[in-house]
């Protein structure tokens, strides 16, 4: 064999695919995971989702105080 010949060993080659493997696996939990990324998204959408739900109630229930309140007042609209 010559020593000039240049390439990829085999072993540089299992080592390189086995830390590709590796940070697939982290990637994977680290998006999939108990607290992942999927998860936290759908808490956010959950979280808005109640938010949103709870604010239009508040609008709502505004509306009907000063409704009421310029009634009392005598205010017509």
């Known amino acids: 064999m010559l020593k000039n010949e240049r390439g990829i ?3 540089a080659l299992v080592i390189t695919i086995i830390v590709l493997i ?3 696996t982290v990637a994977i939990s680290f998006a999939f995971g108990n607290n ?4 936290r998204a759908e808490d956010a959408r959950d979280f808005y989702a109640n938010d949103t739900k709870y604010t239009e109630q508040s609008i709502a229930n505004v509306e009907v105080y000063l409704d009421k309140y310029l ?3 005598g205010i017509t609209q």
């Open 71 to 73: 009634e009392s007042q």
């Open 9 to 11: 060993t085999l072993v």
């Open 36 to 39: 992942g990324l999927v998860n």
């Open 22 to 24: 590796i940070l697939a």
